[in-house]
């Protein structure tokens, strides 16, 4: 392991734990032939070249941060990966896993970003912004897993996805982001991401097979406008319903951003 530079005495925290880590993912996959040891080795070869070793200035919640996320990108992709890579058909219709990819997609621009910017350098506003999005997305995903699994098993891999990672990403927005950035407005707009489910989960409902071994061709019964039991007109309820709740969650996310603006923002400067 390489000797600990003296710039990193503050960081004594993520120096130790990382190089530990780093050096137990290694030990595990190093051997091991194909994508999955690849995926590990190249992203933590990542985190471990470009942050431990370089801090380049960073402050110490940039620094802090960025390994969050490295452990968020590693977590979320191996999970997603060992899902779609037995059942990639089946699960991908699914707003759950639809909103797990586009949320590790997200991170993993995000994680880059903050790798390409220089010392403490904060992210433009449009991309806390669309963090906004990303947030709440991922939020409805374990508030209506949570809700609609009720006390039966889950899967490690669905805890993982639908439990563990909504709380990781919104925790790196409590105590990462800085708070005071999104609109008044915004709430409006992040209802794109699910409309766009909408209108996709339609689309493949009348042009697509059946999926998997469920008996029917929608993702969910409730945006199945031929059931005999729903119909069009229930279906633009449930449609509506669901609208107005990603609406209400995301003014509650930005009452919540709004509350802790001052409070994060004044210290910003001194981590």
């Not at 039966?152 to 993982?160: N, R």
């Not at 969650?249 to 400067?269: C, E, H, Q, T």
């Amino acid at each position: 392991m390489a000797a600990r530079p003296a710039h990193h005495a503050e960081e004594g925290f993520v120096w130790k734990y990382g190089e530990l880590v780093y050096t137990r993912i290694q030990t595990i996959y190093y051997d091991k032939e194909g994508f999955f040891g690849n995926y590990w080795l190249a992203v933590f070869n990542a985190i471990h070249t470009k942050l431990i070793k370089k801090s380049n200035g960073m402050s110490r919640r940039k620094h802090l941060s960025l390994f969050y996320r490295g452990i968020y990108i590693l977590l979320a992709g191996i999970t997603l990966l060992m899902g779609l890579g037995t059942n990639g058909n089946y699960l991908l219709v699914y707003y759950t896993t639809q909103s797990n990819i586009l949320c590790f997609l997200f991170f993993l621009f995000y994680f880059i970003h903050g790798l390409l910017k220089k010392g403490t350098t904060k992210p433009g506003d449009l991309i806390l912004r669309l963090k906004g999005a990303i947030t709440l997305c991922i939020a409805v995903t374990g508030i209506v897993f949570t809700v609609l699994s009720g006390p039966e098993y889950v899967s490690l891999q669905s805890s993982i996805l639908h439990y563990i990672c909504p709380v990781m990403v919104f925790l790196d927005y409590l105590f990462f982001d800085e708070k005071g950035k999104y609109k008044p407005q915004d709430p409006f707009l992040w209802l794109i991401i699910p409309a766009l489910y909408v209108v996709f989960a339609l689309v493949r409902g009348f042009l697509g097979g059946e999926i998997g071994d469920t008996g029917g061709n929608f993702p969910y019964p409730f945006l199945d406008p031929t059931s005999t039991g729903m119909g069009v007109y229930m279906s633009a309820l449930y449609v509506g319903v669901m609208l107005i709740v990603f609406l209400t969650l995301g003014y509650i996310i930005f009452a919540i951003d709004k509350i802790l603006v001052k409070k994060y923002n004044d210290n910003w400067s001194s981590t």
